[in-house]
């Protein structure tokens, strides 16, 4: 199939191909065609021609905003398969960013999200699934539906290494709670973060913090739920007050606990499927949208099991 870009500038077309037409390569191998080309002038080969087209079509339009990488590449071929032949729109906007999303489970989640009360968030790395959470959690504080946020992750990577390390307990999680701050700061800025902290508007803390409390009116999730055991996930479930929102998000493969049986999460997931305005999302290898290298990967751990 021979077709030609309708190129602006010469930029763009270099944007499009990407340095030494590694852009081009990733298309190809993605949909198993060849392409070759000389300048806008293309041909494509394979049983995937017309998906390659309408891929650097869509190319072509953000070349006109934004420098093209590999997410994007990814994003338009996964488009593909949605209903209309169309990216996903923009459906989380914080002050310092739009959050595109990546696939068909990670509208659902988000969706659900709005919702429901509560959402369990199921499934590998790089999926999104805490990601996807916090970005929702700063929009609905930011829009003023919550008064605050409080994140929590249980410390079970660090069992007795926590009394070796300097400072106090707040400050030994702080490194296991790390991936919640930097999406945190991705999604509002460092020093707006660090004034919400200090006024106690954003609460990150690790989940033995959670006992005792009603938490009205906040936005709460819970990361690595399947390193809470069953009476820690029944606890902190427990927390929530009038007004609030809940998402649990963990892998039930990732399980650090001396006995995995005795997962909170893999025992939630059982005992509140029938209740409603509780959802449950489901995520696997097609949803990562990190480096394509983990995508593989957790293919390779899913075919071995």
Do not use: W
Not at 4 to 14: V, W
Not at 15 to 26: A, F, P, Q, V, W
Not at 141 to 155: F, G, H, T, Y
Not at 161 to 171: I, M, R, V
Request: glycine share 6%.
């Amino acid at each position: 199939m021979k077709f030609s870009l309708n190129i602006k500038r010469s930029e763009q077309l270099a944007n499009i191909c990407g340095s030494l037409d590694k852009n081009l390569e990733n298309i190809a191998n993605n949909l198993n065609v060849t392409i070759s080309n000389k300048g806008a002038d293309f041909n494509i080969k394979g049983n995937n021609s017309a998906k390659a087209v309408s891929v650097l079509q869509d190319l072509l339009s953000i070349s006109e905003k934004k420098s093209i990488d590999f997410s994007d590449i990814d994003l338009c071929i996964k488009s593909l398969n949605s209903p209309n032949g169309e990216a996903p729109s923009v459906t989380i906007k914080t002050s310092k960013k739009h959050i595109h999303i990546r696939s068909g489970n990670q509208q659902k989640y988000v969706n659900a999200i709005l919702e429901n009360d509560a959402v369990f968030a199921v499934g590998p790395a790089g999926t999104g699934k805490t990601y996807l959470a916090v970005a929702r959690a700063v929009e609905a504080l930011e829009n003023s539906n919550v008064k605050r946020i409080v994140l929590v992750r249980p410390a079970v990577e660090a069992g007795e290494k926590l009394g070796f390390l300097p400072g106090d307990l707040s400050e030994k999680v702080d490194p296991y709670l790390r991936p919640i701050y930097d999406a945190l700061y991705e999604f509002i800025g460092f020093e707006k973060v660090n004034k919400l902290i200090e006024k106690n508007v954003i609460e990150v803390a690790p989940l033995a913090f959670m006992r005792g409390r009603t938490l009205n009116e906040s936005y709460i999730i819970l990361d690595e739920a399947q390193n809470t055991t069953i009476p820690q996930m029944k606890m902190f479930l427990t927390r929530m007050g009038f007004g609030s929102k809940m998402v649990i998000t963990g892998d039930i493969t990732q399980i650090d606990l001396p006995n995995p049986s005795q997962s909170g999460l893999k025992d939630a997931l059982k005992i509140l499927k029938n209740i409603d305005h509780i959802a449950f999302c489901n995520f696997d290898a097609n949803d990562v949208v990190r480096h394509q290298l983990v995508k593989k990967i957790v293919s390779a751990y899913d075919r071995d099991k």
